[in-house]
Nanobody, 121 residues
Framework: QVQLVESGGGLVQAGGSLRLSCAAS????????MGWYRQAPGKQRELVAT?????????ADSVKGRFTISRDNAKNTVYLYLQMNSLKPEDTAVYYC?????????????WGQGTQVTVSS
């Protein structure tokens, strides 16, 4: 079983910064891709940023230059981070960690429980 646990959300004023963290643990053989998605009220879930095993990153146009995704492989846990700078009210959403995980029985897509980010104007 694989668990993704997010932390770091909160309330911040426009122009401020937050850092989200996600810890992936469990019966993981490998993680091919990790990413952050977000869902605002009344809207569909959208991609924010992804990072591949080799370190290649991809960002939504709306966050380019403001957000930075990174990954850290520890012994039994893989950590995913999202540094968010120059936050705007339109960044308000629930942010979800996502991972494409190789386990004993194949490849599965895993999601965290989400963490709320609220940016006030």
């Amino acid at each position: 079983q694989v668990q993704l646990v997010e932390s770091g959300g909160g309330l911040v004023q426009a122009g401020g910064s937050l850092r989200l963290s996600c810890a992936a643990s469990g019966s993981i053989w490998a993680i091919n891709r990790m990413g952050w998605y977000r869902q605002a009220p009344g809207k569909q879930r959208e991609l924010v940023a992804t990072i591949l095993n080799g370190g290649n990153t991809n960002y939504a146009d709306s966050v380019k230059g403001r957000f930075t995704i990174s990954r850290d492989n520890a012994k039994n846990t893989v950590y995913l981070y999202l540094q968010m700078n120059s936050l705007k009210p339109e960044d308000t959403a629930v942010y979800y960690c996502n991972a494409l995980v190789v386990v004993a029985t194949g490849t599965v897509q895993c999601w965290g429980q989400g963490t709320q980010v609220t940016v006030s104007s």
